[in-house]
Structures are given as C-alpha cells and as structure tokens.
C-alpha cells in the first residue's frame, strides 16, 4: 500500500532549496571540516539547481520533470519489506538502509572489515571528511553533500582477504541523499553488491554518491542491481580512485526507475591498474536511463574496458555518454569502450556519445556504439526449429545482453559463474514478463 | 502428405512463384532443380513459412490442414524441418542449448515429456558423431564461425535429432567439397525413411548421386516446367537448364 501525502505543489527542486535553508542552521553541530564541505555544497547547488538540457553533459536528459513539475512523495514507512533483486539469495554480511538510514549494525563482521553508517563514522572521525570528493561541478554531488542523510562507510584494512561478499540494500520509499564512501588500503580484497529498490509504484527520489578510494594492490569487485519503483527518479554518483596494481570489476544492471543517471567518474591515478565498468539497461515504458563515464587515465600500463549492453521496449530512452581522456604520462594505455542498443519498439530511443581524449602518443584506445534491432533472420531460424516465438525472441536478447553479463570477473569471495547465473536470471525473468505483457 | 496447388506467391510486389502444383507422399524423395532465380528458395520458405511472402493464389496442404495458417514453430513441432541454404549465424547461444531448446519445444507443443540435459546430450553426440561434428563444435555458438561444411554438417545433424516428416533442403550441397558431401549425402540419405518425405532443392545433379530421387522437377520462372524420374537430373547435367527451360 503506498499513500500519498496530501496536496503537495512544490516541485522537487523547489523543496530541496526549503530543505537546504531550514538545514543550514543545524550545521552548527558538525564538525568544521564537514561544515564547510556541505555549506560549499549548499551554495553550489542553491547557485545552479538542477542542470539543464544547455548544459553538454546533459544535454540528451531532460530534468525539467524535477524542477517544474509538482513533486509527491509518498509518506516514508520506515519499514523495510524483505530482501528482492539479483542478490538476494547471496550469502553476504548486509546493511539495510531505508530511505538511507542504516537499520541496526551489522553483525558478525570479520577483523579487518569496517561496515558502519557514514553519519556515525563521520561523528567518530572528522577526518573522514576529507575522503568525500568536492562537489564543484557536479550538481548532484553537491545536492548530496548538502543535505546528506547517511549511508555506509566502509573501510578493509591492508592485506585482508574476505572470504564472502559485502552487500549494501537501499530499500526506498521517500527522497534520500545516500553517501557511501568505500575505502580499500592496499592489498585488501572486497566483493561489495549493491540492491536498490522500493515498494512497487513508490515515488521517490534518490540520490546516490559513492567515493571509491583504492590503494596500490586493493582489489573491488562492485556490482549494482537499481531495481527502483517504475515512479522512482535514481541517480548514482561514482567517483573511484586507483592506485597502482589495483582492479576495480564494476557492473550495473539498470531496471528500474522511471528516470535515472548512472555516472561514473574513474581515475587512474596508479600504474598498471584494471578498470572495467560494465553494465545491462533493460527499459520499457516510458523509462529513461542515462549512462555517463568519465575514464581518466593518468598513469602509465593501465587497462580499463567498458562494455555496455541495452534493450529498449515501448517509448524508453537510452542515453550512453562516455569519455575516456589519456593524459600525456599514461603511456601505454589500453582502453576500450563498446556499447550497443537495441531497440525492441520503433518508439524506443538511444542517444549514445563516445568520445576520446588522447595525450599521450603510445596508447591503444577502441571504441565503438551501435544501435540496432533484433535479427529478424536469426529469430526466423529459431521459429524454424520449433522454438515459440516469444521464446526465440528472449534467447536472442539474452544472448546480446550477456556480452555484457559475461565482463564479470568474480572474486575468491564468490565466484563469477554464480554471480552471472544470478543476473541472467533476473534478466529472464524481466523478458518472460515483457512477453507475457505482449502476448495479452 | 504435401499438397501444393496452384501457389502463387509475391514478395515486395514482384511474382515470384507463379502456379506451382505439387504432392509429396510419404517416404518419398524429390529433387527441385533450376536456374538462379526461379524460386527453388522461396518455395522452401513458403513451406517453413517465412514471413514477407505474400500467397497470392493457391493452397498449401499438410496432412489435410492449411499450412499457411500456422507459424513457423507450428509447423516444426508438426514436423516440417527447412534445411537452410545459408544457415544463420547466432552469437552467444551455444548450439547444444540451441539443440535442447528445439527439441523440447517441439516434445512440449506435441505433449511428449521434456527431455533433460543428460538425455539431450546422448541424442545429440550419437548423431553427432555420424557426421563428425565434434564437442568442442556443439559447444560454440550456433553457426557463429564455423566453415561452410561446418554449417551444413550442423543442418543435418538437427534434422536428425529433430526426425521430421517433411525435410525440405534448401541447396545443401552449396560450399561443399567432395568429402563433406559424401557425409552429408549419407547422413541424408540415413534419414529416408517410410513416414518420411524429402523435398531436396540444388543446382546440380551431384549430391543426387547420394540422395537418389524418386522425382525430380525442373523449376524455371516460378513454374514447374517438367517433371520425371532420376533420369531427368541426369539430362539436365549433360544438356543443361537452357534446352528444358525454353523447351
């Protein structure tokens, strides 16, 4: 059951601006390093707003949706359902947010790992403070560091191995600002997951930034699954950076929400690090999900490799932007970007934007977008071989999409078989659901 | 078995076929021939019922029942099996799963028990072997880099575990040298049967040598223009298409 609350007029941009005035009091309270990020983060995002489609980097985004339109939230019942998603059947620790808010500690955790909330870390430690990335330039991470709510801070000491993934589970049901700042010392070793979600038909906003911070040898194994509510507007601010030796193995699955930014912003700040950000978008309706990467190599050796996969149904919209800069002292550098649409409808729609910026002179660089639809010769060939229709349709799409599913590069912690399985899964069960809508 | 009568059909508003008459029975084997272009392979995918031919005159009659009615995956599950000339490429769908997909798609709309992967597995590497197609070949994505014998090879093996009623096949013969169509003439041949009927389309009498004809039918300009025995094929290779196409 979702209620509304009653007569709300205000847009969301209109309200965030309220929130930030009547929070800009409380800061009195908080430390003097934070104070002065958030206040910085306050002016930022009172200055601008909400960007518009002027600016370049969201230029095929329309958010006049969050600055003109009524915004509704539903009344947070702070309660959390139960686990759902790619994920769920995992064995890992788990903290439970809702609506942002840490739901009790985490039990059980092994020495060497710290999985807390952000807000209490942050109470702890101020020095914490300085990990969080500026927020010029980003109006979202601003918007984030303004009002943030809490989130999880997560810290793997040096040389530790942890022998089963760490799973974060944003359950939603209200706006939120989420921070999560993961920091791994070298050596160490994590398999985080990530489910976000809210009850069905749930609007919402939320805010998602997350700071990465590798050091030499870390290894992150990060995986999302944004399942939001159809009504839902997600957006996901991911900021890493790699030292040397590193490997960070990124995958998103894009489901949910009715509008939603996943941005990444890599630097590789180390030699001979492995970057891969990967990702499945599967939209219908009139959903519009945004990719955008920024892959800045700064350092010599390095590997990085983004590969994405899209299907589009009914009048969704995809959006791909994605920068790789080579600075002049990354020689060497072996980067490659791959990402290809398709469309199941003729409304459906994919913007995709490649773009290279090379400085350095001995670097391989590939890339490639295409946008396509489903080989009609192809399927006519499985129909001929007695496979129904429908069938032969999810088989082919499972097939594209796994291109991307395949990237998985799993971990001691869990193997990439078993996390592949998990997410061909979800994504049969989103094409059997697509084709039994058509086939009403 | 088969019943054509007078079939015409078009394609982006060009005739294609143009009154086609033919019955197949039974454990019957017929050989098509014909120059390029006289739609020797529009009438195959009349039969497994492509979509983007437009049957302008005529019936179709399988078993009594109008075949033009049913889908595709209908009409493989009735078993009506298309060889094709180009077989189509699929990345990332290995050909065992393809395979099993088939086969259970086509037990399940006739009501027969699914078989599992073990019991797909041993049907699958008996007939495998027949026709020397290797493990590491099923494990491949189904015909994404394999050779031109590969494919057809890959063809016949599926109409061997699929045992259809009515095989139509569409010049497999094409790209193949002499060896690989020796193991494909046999594999065919393998597969005659008494509730089985042949419809094989090609271009020269050669793979005829190891499918042997009970008719064969001359196609030109979407019309059968002659039809005899295995002798007719024999005629056609010394005298060529232009005397029995003009005459």
Not at chain 1, 84 to 93: L, M, P, R, S, T
Not at chain 1, 171 to 176: E, S, V
Request: proline fraction near 3%; aromatic fraction near 6%; charge should be negative.
């Amino acid at each position: 059951m979702v209620k509304w609350s009653m007569a709300e007029t205000a847009t969301l941009e209109h309200s965030l601006l309220s929130e930030i005035k009547a929070q800009e009091a409380g800061l009195a309270s908080v430390s003097p390093r934070l104070r002065a990020m958030r206040q910085n983060a306050m002016k930022l995002f009172s200055e601008t707003g909400f960007p518009t489609r002027k600016d370049e980097a969201w230029r095929w985004t329309d958010l006049s949706l969050l600055r003109e339109q009524p915004h509704r939230v539903t009344v947070p019942a702070a309660d959390f359902q139960k686990l759902e998603g790619a994920f769920a059947d995992i064995d890992a620790w788990r903290l439970i947010f809702v609506n942002g808010v840490l739901q009790g500690e985490a039990s059980d955790l092994p020495p060497g790992l710290c999985a807390q909330s952000l807000r209490a870390a942050l109470q702890d430690d101020a020095v914490i403070a300085d990990r969080l990335r500026d927020s010029a330039g980003a109006p979202f991470l601003a918007l984030n560091t303004a009002l943030l709510n809490d989130g999880a801070y997560i810290c793997v000491a040096a040389d530790t191995q942890l022998s089963k993934p760490l799973h974060l589970v944003f359950f939603n049901t209200g706006n939120a600002q989420i921070r999560n700042l993961v920091v791994l010392e070298p050596r160490a070793n994590l398999m985080l997951f990530e489910s976000h979600y809210g009850p069905t038909g749930a609007e919402y906003f939320v805010n998602n930034a997350s700071d990465v911070q590798l050091g030499e040898g870390a290894r992150l194994a990060h995986y999302r699954d944004q399942a939001e509510s159809q009504n839902a507007l997600h957006f996901h601010f991911l900021n890493a950076r790699l030292d040397a030796h590193t490997v960070y193995d990124g995958f998103t699955l894009t489901r949910g929400a009715r509008l939603s930014r996943s941005e990444a912003h890599v630097e590789i700040a180390g030699s001979d690090a492995l970057c891969g950000l990967n990702g499945v978008s599967m939209l219908n309706g009139s959903q519009i999900a945004d990719t955008t990467c920024v892959m800045n190599h700064r350092a010599p050796g390095s590997r990085s490799n983004q590969m994405f996969r899209s299907v589009l149904d009914g009048k969704s919209q995809g959006i791909f932007q994605g920068l790789i800069r080579v600075a002049k002292p990354a020689q060497r550098t072996d980067a490659t970007q791959q990402i290809k649409a398709m469309l199941l409808s003729p409304h459906a729609v994919q913007n995709s934007k490649p773009e290279l910026e090379i400085f350095a002179d001995d670097v391989k660089c590939a890339h490639g977008a295409s946008v396509g639809q489903l080989d009609e010769a192809a399927l006519f060939y499985l129909r001929a071989r007695g496979i129904a229709e429908a069938q032969a349709r999810a088989l082919l799409i499972g097939a594209f999409l796994d291109d991307a599913v395949s990237q998985i590069q799993g971990s001691d912690a869990l193997d990439a078989g078993q996390i592949q399985l998990n997410i061909r899964d979800t994504i049969n069960t989103w094409l059997a659901q697509k084709l039994v809508i058509e086939n009403v | 078995m088969l019943e054509i009568k007078n079939l015409h059909v078009s394609a982006g508003g060009q005739e294609i076929l143009r009154g086609i008459d033919l019955v197949v029975k039974a454990g019957e084997v017929h050989a098509i021939m014909g120059p390029n272009g006289s739609g020797k392979s529009t009438l195959s995918y009349i039969l497994a019922g492509r979509p983007g031919y437009e049957i302008t005159q005529g019936s179709v009659l399988y078993f009594g029942e109008d075949l033009t009615a049913m889908p595709p995956e209908a009409r493989a599950a009735k078993g009506i099996f298309l060889g094709f000339q180009y077989p189509v490429e699929i990345p990332g769908v290995a050909t065992m799963t393809f395979l099993k997909h088939a086969i259970n798609a086509q037990r399940k709309s006739r009501g027969e028990d699914e078989l599992d992967a073990m019991g797909v597995m041993k049907l699958v590497q008996r007939e495998a072997g027949k026709l020397k197609i290797s493990a590491d070949m099923l494990k491949r994505p189904v015909n994404a880099g394999f050779s031109g014998g590969e494919k057809k090879r890959c063809e016949i093996l599926q109409m061997a575990v699929l045992q259809p009623l009515l095989a139509v096949l569409d010049e497999t013969d094409s790209g193949l040298d002499v060896d690989a169509l020796r193991l494909v003439g046999d594999g065919v041949t393998g597969l005659r049967a008494p509730d089985r009927a042949m419809i094989v389309i090609t271009h020269y009498q050669r793979l005829l040598d190891h499918i042997v004809p009970d008719f064969v039918h001359v196609l030109a300009k979407g019309k059968i223009t002659r039809s005899g025995g295995k002798e007719l094929a024999l005629e056609l290779d010394r005298e060529g298409y232009g005397e029995v196409v003009n005459g």
